[in-house]
């Protein structure tokens, strides 16, 4: 089991650094025009260029940026750990925007994601073991509505009627829990709902589907065979089976939203991290894209190694492979 | 037929299984009848899709009630098993009434340590301590043949060879003494070495509990040495029931026949093998008549038309489902008459 985690935790690195240089290459290396460009401001002279230059370190060759890029990336630079750089725009440091922008894009994943882990899984538990009932025509005709619906009219119409009509949440933007928790509750509730309904019907689908399946298994014979209830034959034989690959959606799904919540985040005018890349992609201001690019591909990483572990604990034959 | 007299412990009459499918109703089991006894070993023999698994299923409950259709009796202890609340039927099964399946690999959760699913049959109908259920557990699998019982109880099942897993299994269904054990075709997925070593275990489990045991297999030399009944089926109908003396000296069905031809053996060479042509019918549409008569190489007139019942020809003859005239059954029988070496009975 430690040589698992060990082997895992090893690869998590590898993956990491060829995100590193992936990135690298592609935000530093291939574009055409000259970054130091975005940072001089207008007109501006050969020797203000040149001295840009030397400041970012962009006259030395590629291989020597690049271990800068990976060594500030590891080590940290002036902004402390992980070094990202300061931006185009205001000369600030990327990793304090990031800082303060990243907490309301992971409360929002947070929140979503728990509704939509007990939504979803209870729904589709439900909807297989009354399978081809009223139940489970509701439960499936539910998840249909869900993945079909766009996430932006749904907290659209969601705003107009539970908060300018209804008056029972607060509006768009985002409240700090450590201001005001109530105030926070009611400006998250709805996108935590918007969001969390699309993957709750996917979540009542696979949980569905697979549930059914394993309740096929010869094994699930063999438990009903020696008397057990059949609260247990479901809940503790049939789900446990069945929970894998739900593990291994929802470690993705979560890392996924890292920096892929934008729509909920502009309908709500949640100024998170997907907000902040979109809008500084706009503004050509590359070390924050790169900045959120690179953490979301982390958390990426980092969700398959919990992934992994946690399949060794869920499935005793991955501990043995 | 009176029940429950002197170790009667299963009384089956008139079961019969249908399954409605969107093509229309398949009948998997039809009219089957037979009865059991402590200490008696039933061999039930057949094709793959002649409705073996699926008596037993419906015997153990083990089927859908609301996909199937299932009439008949079943009485066991005096109840009938098939109008039984399922929470009451849940209380025999794994408790009086325990089953081991064809494929252990399969039949086994692999995310569970082999001795946590023995000691949760241990704990399903008994109120004991998880101590004391792993403690039985460990029991049981030392009982069964399992070395270092004790540590291999903590094992996961892919742990275990195929043998280990069908011992376990047999552990499993041994842990409440039950009346009745249903092996349906335990050796099947096997190696031939293991699969003599699981059939002594049967036989040893048989006579130290002292329990009625349904062995159903397609290997007739597996029934040859541990029967003492045997019932042949076909399309879901008995074709022939009887001692199992009676059945491998006499064999009184074409069905029963053509399986012992097909059957090889150390005196016939393989070249003398004579496998029954055709397929098993589908049971969707079943052929009018006998069931067996369009693979029958014996059939004649009344064959296509009339479905033979199942009687005994003669009151000193076994009974059997088949049109011909018994001088031929006694005839065509002798030729395949097996004795066996090692008489069970």
Known sequence: ?321 | MSTSHDGTLLDVRGLTVRFPTSDGVVQAVSDVSFSLSRGETLGVVGESGSGKSVSNLAIMGLLNRQRTAISGQVEFMGRDLLTLPPDDLRHIRGKDIAMVFQDPFACLHPMYRVGAQIAEAVTAHQDVSKDAAWARAVELLDHVGIPNAKSRARDYPHQFSGGMRQRAMIAMALVHNPSILICDEPTTALDVTVQAQIIELIEEVKREFDIGVILVTHDLGVVAETANAVMVMYAGRIMEYGPARQIFEQPQHPYTWGLLDSMPSIERRLTALVPIEGSPPSLLAPPPGCPFHPRCRYRFEPCPVDRPPLVSPLPEAHPDACHLAWDEKVREGAKRSVTRLGDAA
Not at chain 1, 182 to 190: A, D, E, K, Q
Not at chain 1, 262 to 283: D, H, M, P, R
């Open chain 1, 1 to 321: 089991m430690t040589l698992y985690i060990a082997r895992r935790l090893v690869w998590t690195v590898v993956v990491v650094a060829c995100v590193l240089a992936i990135t690298f290459a592609v935000f530093y290396l291939l574009p055409a025009g000259d970054p130091a460009l975005r940072f001089a401001g207008k007109n501006p002279t050969d020797a203000e260029l040149a001295l840009i230059h030397q400041r970012l370190g962009l006259d030395k060759p590629w291989y020597v940026q690049f271990g800068k890029f990976s060594k500030n990336f590891f080590v940290g630079d002036q902004f402390g750990w992980p070094g990202l750089g300061y931006t185009y725009a205001g000369q600030t440091s990327v990793k304090a925007l990031i800082v303060q922008r990243a907490p309301r894009t992971l409360l929002l994943i947070a929140g979503a994601a728990i509704l939509w882990l007990v939504v979803g899984v209870s729904i589709g538990v439900l909807s297989a073991v009354k399978r081809r009932t009223i139940v489970d025509r509701l439960a499936m005709g539910f998840a249909l509505v869900g993945i079909s619906t766009p996430v932006f009219w749904l907290g659209l119409m969601a705003l107009y009627i539970f908060w300018r009509q209804l008056g029972w949440t607060g509006g768009t933007g985002y409240v700090s829990p450590i201001d005001s928790p109530t105030g926070f509750i009611s400006h998250m509730i709805l996108p935590w709902i918007v969001l969390a309904l699309l993957y709750a019907a996917f979540y009542a689908r696979m949980t569905r589907n697979n549930l059914l399946e394993t309740l096929g298994e010869d094994y699930i014979r063999t438990a009903r065979a020696k008397g057990l209830p059949e609260r247990t034959v479901i809940f503790k034989h049939g789900l446990r089976a069945s929970l894998t690959p739900i593990v291994t959606m929802f470690g993705l799904d979560i890392a996924l939203l890292v920096g892929g919540a934008i729509i909920t985040e502009s309908v709500f005018n949640i100024q998170g991290l997907g907000y902040l890349a979109i809008n500084s992609a706009l503004q050509q201001d590359l070390p924050i894209v790169v900045g959120v690019v690179l953490l979301g591909s982390v958390a990426v990483a980092l969700a398959n190694l919990i992934v992994d572990i946690l399949y060794a604990f869920i499935d005793p034959r991955v501990r043995y492979a």
